[in-house]
């Protein structure tokens, strides 16, 4: 078993930056990939970043160029920097890990984005 915690979530007014954290601990083996995923109020659960074990990158185009994706695969951690936020932003952030087709998810940090 793997379990996620998300850290770092907060109020933050227009244009301003956050960033969150997750930590992985469990049985976590050498290859697993990590996803952002993100909820508005209403809406459906969509991915925002990921980061696989290689490496690769990949962000949803509404956060292209403002978000930042990394991992830290010595301390099983991974990061999202969201700078530029937008009111539309606002959302609850979960993050994903997924080893062995298994994909384990964090319980979420609300991000609100206003003035």
């Known amino acids: 078993q793997v379990q996620l915690v998300e850290s770092g979530g907060g109020l933050v007014q227009p244009v301003g930056s956050l960033r969150l954290s997750c930590s992985a601990s469990?049985?976590?083996?050498?290859?697993?990939?990590w996803g952002w995923y993100r909820q508005a109020p209403g809406k459906q659960r969509e991915l925002v970043a990921r980061v696989t074990s290689y490496g690769t990158t990949n962000y949803a185009d509404s956060v292209k160029g403002r978000f930042t994706i990394s991992r830290d695969n010595t301390k099983n951690t991974s990061d999202l920097q969201m700078n530029s936020l937008k009111a539309e932003d606002t959302a609850v952030y979960y993050c994903?890990?997924?080893?062995?087709?298994?994909?384990?998810w964090g319980k979420g940090t609300l991000v609100t984005v206003s003035s």
């Open positions: 994903k890990l997924s080893q062995l087709g298994v994909d384990y």
């Open positions: 469990g049985t976590i083996f050498r290859k697993y990939n």
